[in-house]
């Protein structure tokens, strides 16, 4: 017998409709929806199933509902959920509710992305990398550069814990340092999240200002490939 998992997510009843058009937007089907006896839904994305259920006092903003979906091929989907919602929104938005993260290699050996959809449930899709896999060295909490560090440590404060203000602090911290110099692809990563950070908290002229300075960073020709991710973000992030 094969077994599954469904995840059930909370969705604000005012919203199920929402929520639903933006899964349809990311390829989901919606194989059932009902608002009486009380509301409910589900889409369905090949293997991936997903069951949300409305509260009707519900609040989005204080949301910890989340599941994970690992996948064999999470550039195609990225490149798919990003392609669906430009299509419907005109735009790939990248802070508030509904937003796509940027995809990319994280310190414990996943390349993934999160996806918040419009009541503030996370998803997170990832894919199992090996460390030949990696575009550039994977930064962890071990490493003996102060950099890394601080990308391993901000990674985690902004998308496993959403705390943004503690994420912020990491990074202004790591910049200040006078005796070390991060490398070009490390100074444009570390300002690329500190931008995100920033539209995230709502601070949209700091915001500004981080972008700008990261998309004055010069890159190599093979510096421009390894950052290849966090330029593509940049892109999103400056629209």
């Given amino acids: 017998m094969t077994e599954k998992t469904i995840p059930l997510l909370p969705c604000r009843t005012d919203l199920l409709q929402s929520v639903v058009d933006f899964y349809t937007a990311l390829g989901f089907e919606m194989t059932h929806l009902q608002k009486s006896p009380y509301a409910y839904a589900v889409v369905e994305r090949g293997a991936v199933e997903l069951q949300l259920y409305g509260i009707k006092d519900y609040d989005p903003s204080t949301s910890h509902a989340s599941c994970y979906v690992l996948t064999e091929d999470v550039d195609g989907m990225y490149s798919a959920f990003r392609a669906g919602l430009k299509a419907t929104y005109g735009r790939i938005p990248t802070h508030g509710l509904p937003h796509v993260g940027p995809l990319k ?36 909490s071990s490493s003996k550069d102060p950099f890394d560090r601080a990308l391993h440590t ?40 500190r931008g995100d950070l920033a539209q995230r908290m709502g ?37």
């Fill in 105 to 140: 290699d994280m310190s414990y050996g996943v390349r993934q992305f999160l996806i918040c959809d419009p009541t503030g449930n996370t998803i997170r899709v990832g894919q199992a990398m090996s460390d030949e896999d990696a575009e550039e060295p994977v930064h962890t």
């Fill in 154 to 193: 901000a990674d985690l404060f902004a998308d496993s814990k959403q705390d943004f203000p503690a994420a912020a602090k990491v990074i202004d911290r790591v910049l200040k340092l006078e005796d070390q110099q991060p490398t070009p692809v490390q100074k444009l990563r570390l300002l690329v999240l």
């Fill in 203 to 239: 601070d949209r002229e700091g915001a500004r200002a981080w972008l700008e300075e990261a998309g004055s960073v010069q890159l190599g020709a093979e510096e421009r490939d390894a950052a290849r991710d966090v330029l593509a973000r940049l892109g999103d992030l400056r629209v």
